[in-house]
């Protein structure tokens, strides 16, 4: 039997029983949260457009959300590298007046497709994204006038992106300032333009620049990464590992603390609380992400009050002290 209604603006309660699932269904596809199945979203999205339904300003500000919202497209919910530039840009954002939403690309363009058609429909004022190698950028040509990339630039686009050779360098500086001249380094795959290729080419680089031997192993960005390729990569002269992130660092600490490996220093790329909890004689380099959050932010204020885009700034990484 079909749920007739009469009034002239629906309400939540109103949503739910014409689409048949629950107001609070009803309200995560309202606010584009999580937690819905595809089946119960489109059928929400179906009444929704076919009563031009609208929401509530007065209820939307008793929520605390703002007419003014910016999303945050990150590429996994559970990178931690991630989340600490997405901590710095919430913080900005709701300073600015700005509600920001947060949801995730799964490097996959096909769920970017399907996000940026849901943001266009919400008329998102501005989008905040966290970019990948495979990204197919003809994608983002609509949202260039509101759109900041992280992580990578691409003509045309503002970004802002972390200085990939001198992170190397700073640590590599450090390293040669104490007596090693035996680094090895275990990397990411190529197919990772920042991460794998540019930090790659960097040690590679600063090898040959100064003579140096070179022992480098590269895998996926994973703490098995770093378990299974350090003994590939140890020798006997080898008195430092650089690690191009600290999930590799993580995976290679362990092996070498099971190995009772005490005199090689550890070096990474990344500022994880719970590895220098665990490992707190590591030496690392944050690439500067709360920077790069407040950047990014800064940016595209610029852009929402008329600034030109294509505008690139980039972030430089800080050692973090050792212990000792």
Same mark, same amino acid.
């Given at each position: 039997?079909?749920?007739?209604?009469?009034?002239?603006?629906?309400?939540?309660?109103?949503?739910?029983?014409?689409?048949?699932? %629950?107001?609070?269904?009803?309200?995560?596809?309202?606010?584009?949260?999580?937690?819905? %199945?595809?089946?119960?979203?489109?059928?929400?999205?179906?009444?929704?457009?076919?009563?031009?339904?609208?929401?509530?300003?007065?209820?939307?500000?008793?929520?605390?959300?703002?007419?003014?919202?910016?999303?945050?497209?990150?590429?996994?919910?559970?990178?931690? %590298?991630?989340?600490?530039?997405?901590?710095?840009?919430?913080?900005?954002?709701?300073?600015?007046?700005?509600?920001?939403?947060?949801?995730?690309?799964?490097?996959?363009?096909?769920?970017?497709?399907?996000?940026?058609?849901?943001?266009?429909?919400?008329?998102?004022?501005?989008?905040?994204?966290?970019?990948?190698?495979? #990204?197919?950028?003809?994608?983002?040509?609509?949202?260039?006038?509101?759109?900041?990339?992280?992580?990578?630039?691409?003509?045309?686009? %503002?970004?802002?992106?972390?200085?990939?050779?001198?992170?190397?360098?700073?640590?590599?500086?450090?390293?040669?300032?104490?007596?090693?001249?035996?680094?090895?380094?275990?990397?990411?795959?190529?197919?990772?333009?920042?991460?794998?290729? #540019?930090?790659?080419?960097?040690?590679?680089?600063?090898?040959?620049?100064?003579?140096?031997?070179?022992?480098?192993?590269?895998?996926?960005?994973?703490?098995?990464?770093?378990?299974?390729?350090?003994?590939?990569?140890?020798?006997?002269?080898?008195?430092?590992?650089?690690?191009?992130?600290?999930?590799?660092?993580?995976?290679?600490?362990?092996?070498?603390?099971?190995?009772?490996?005490?005199?090689?220093?550890?070096?990474?790329?990344?500022?994880?609380?719970?590895?220098?909890?665990?490992?707190?004689?590591?030496?690392?380099?944050?690439?500067?992400?709360?920077?790069?959050?407040?950047?990014?932010?800064?940016?595209?204020?610029?852009?929402?009050?008329?600034?030109?885009?294509?505008?690139?700034?980039?972030?430089?990484?800080? #050692?973090?002290?050792?212990?000792?």
């Amino acid at each position: 039997m079909s749920t007739k209604i009469t009034k002239t603006r629906l309400t939540i309660k109103d949503i739910a029983q014409l689409s048949g699932v %629950s107001k609070s269904t009803v309200s995560r596809v309202i606010n584009c949260a999580g937690n819905v %199945s595809e089946q119960s979203r489109k059928k929400v999205e179906a009444v929704i457009q076919q009563y031009h339904f609208i929401p509530s300003k007065s209820a939307q500000a008793l929520r605390g959300i703002s007419d003014k919202v910016v999303c945050i497209m990150v590429s996994r919910l559970d990178s931690y %590298s991630e989340h600490q530039v997405v901590q710095a840009m919430l913080s900005s954002l709701l300073q600015h007046g700005y509600a920001p939403i947060v949801i995730e690309s799964q490097f996959n363009n096909s769920i970017v497709a399907e996000n940026l058609t849901m943001l266009q429909r919400r008329n998102i004022d501005g989008l905040i994204f966290f970019a990948f190698s495979e #990204l197919n950028y003809q994608l983002l040509d609509v949202w260039k006038e509101k759109l900041i990339l992280i992580a990578r630039e691409h003509q045309g686009f %503002s970004s802002v992106t972390y200085n990939e050779y001198n992170l190397i360098a700073k640590l590599m500086d450090w390293l040669l300032n104490h007596g090693h001249y035996h680094i090895g380094y275990i990397g990411v795959n190529p197919q990772d333009i920042s991460t794998g290729q #540019l930090r790659y080419q960097a040690y590679s680089a600063i090898c040959h620049e100064h003579g140096l031997p070179h022992y480098s192993q590269l895998g996926e960005l994973s703490l098995q990464t770093g378990y299974q390729l350090t003994p590939k990569v140890l020798t006997c002269h080898m008195t430092a590992l650089i690690c191009a992130t600290d999930t590799i660092a993580l995976g290679a600490c362990k092996y070498l603390q099971q190995q009772d490996y005490k005199d090689i220093q550890v070096c990474s790329i990344g500022n994880n609380s719970l590895l220098h909890f665990l490992f707190p004689n590591i030496l690392s380099i944050d690439p500067g992400y709360k920077q790069a959050g407040h950047q990014a932010v800064a940016l595209l204020l610029q852009l929402l009050t008329g600034k030109s885009s294509g505008v690139r700034k980039i972030v430089e990484g800080q #050692l973090i002290d050792l212990p000792y």
